[in-house]
């Protein structure tokens, strides 16, 4: 392991949890409905069930080997020390390069809600700009940022419901459509990979891991939190977005929660639901800086990245090179790129990702063991087969992206000699 300056340990079991509720719920209200209704139709509902499993399954590998390595990069760190050099690098990359493409996804959401048409692209590159300035000056900056956000996405979310349920209330009528099974397992699989990009949240958490407080008793704690409190939400948001529009209209709006506000009673509340869509949209991009900057931190350390990368600064203990450097080729995809389909990307990044996890903490010592290794078995399998249903075109990018992770690799072991 490296010997590079250490990151301070600011963030106690409530900001850890919110920061990885501002990961997950941002994405996943606002995004993944529509591609998930789409694929399944009602049957996204069994979808979302399949994506929360996997994701506890995911979630308690990634707390069971937090506790174990609490320092920054995640299942970078974790595939390193358990399994070797290579799936290390593969889960980083994985992370690192999907998850800028989502960053730039999310900070184009925002300035769809926010924006006056035609200036969406630079609004969402100043929101990068921005953001990153906040991580810049220090983790508790960015969590008392993510506390505002969260506390307004939520109070968003809670007049959408209400809207919905008590105004002249949800029809339904065509609430399942033509049935849970109709678009057959193969389109309820996909739906369960495009809604686990909105799960995937709580991975920020275990990337700050040397940033965290007692790591050992605050990481797992934290992760069971918030995804627990995301299951619970995007439960009710499916069943309402499903009753009041149906299974295709949920498919036909890219803002199926403000579309479902609009059409009952309480119209007015549509604003509202927007303003929380565009804040939600800003709480993940803000979390999703923060992780990458610690992944990137982690891989430039053990110089899978440019080791220049690794400076964590003097006063404000971050990883301010790490951090600018990915802000920079965010804005340079969001100034270039339709990203039209980067949740089917991200999510086999991050899936495949995940898969490292899992076997990772499969390996794990009884001495370091928490759950069941059942868990690990079924998210590792889940993820496998989450990956094989997602769309071609996403899957095709996803094998591009690793293909040039390992090239590059390849590359830098000839420059450097074997890899470590």
């Known amino acids: 392991m490296s010997n590079s300056p250490a990151l301070a340990r600011r963030l106690g079991t409530f900001d850890a949890s919110l920061i990885g509720l501002g990961s997950m719920i941002g994405a996943g209200v606002f995004a993944a409905f529509t591609p998930a209704a789409a694929a399944a139709g009602s049957g996204l509902l069994i979808g979302l069930v399949v994506a929360a499993f996997v994701a506890f399954c995911n979630a308690t590998s990634s707390a069971q080997l937090a506790a174990a390595y609490p320092t920054s990069g995640g299942t970078y760190i974790y595939g390193r020390e358990r399994l070797g050099p290579w799936p290390g690098f593969l889960a980083g990359w994985g992370f690192v390069i999907g998850k800028t493409a989502s960053a730039a996804a999310m900070a184009m959401t925002f300035a769809a809600y926010a924006a006056p048409q035609g200036w969406e692209r630079p609004v969402a590159i100043a929101a990068v700009v921005i953001l990153t300035a906040v991580n810049y000056h220090g983790v508790t900056r ?15 979310l809670t007049i959408a419901l209400a809207a919905v349920w008590g105004g002249s209330g949800p029809d339904f009528g065509s609430f399942i459509g033509d049935g849970l099974l109709a678009s057959g397992w193969y389109g ?54 499903l009753a009041a529009l149906g299974p295709d209209g949920v498919a036909a709006t890219p803002t199926p929660l403000a579309d479902a506000v609009s059409a009952g009673t309480w119209s007015w509340a549509a604003p509202v639901v927007r303003i929380g869509a565009a804040v939600a949209s800003l709480g993940a991009l803000l ?21 220049w990368l690794s400076a964590v600064h003097p006063r404000y203990k971050v990883p301010h090179r790490a951090e600018s450097t990915l802000a920079a080729l965010i804005c340079v995809i969001i100034a270039v790129a339709d990203l039209r389909g980067a949740i089917g990307f991200s999510s086999f990044g991050v899936l495949l990702y995940y898969l490292v996890a899992n076997v990772a903490a499969f390996t794990q010592p009884p001495e370091d063991r928490r759950y069941p290794k059942f868990l690990q078995v079924a998210g590792a ?40």
């Open 188 to 241: 309820i699989l996909q739906s369960a990979g495009l809604l686990f990009f909105a799960f995937a949240g709580y991975a920020r958490i275990a990337t700050m891991g040397e940033e965290v407080r007692e790591p050992k008793r605050t990481i797992p704690r934290a992760i069971s939190i918030a995804l627990g409190i995301t299951i619970i939400i995007y439960a009710a948001i499916a069943v309402t977005l």
């Open 381 to 420: 399998v889940a993820c496998v087969v989450l990956v094989a249903t997602l769309p071609p075109l996403s899957a095709g990018l996803g094998v591009l992206m690793f293909a040039i992770g390992i090239v590059y690799r390849l590359a830098r072991s000839r420059l450097r000699g074997p890899a470590r």
């Open 287 to 307: 979390a999703l800086i923060a992780g990458l900057g610690r992944t990137s931190l982690a891989m430039a350390r053990e110089h899978d990245l440019p080791h």
């Open 142 to 156: 960015t969590a008392g940022l993510t506390r505002v956000l969260v506390i307004a996405v939520l109070a968003a």
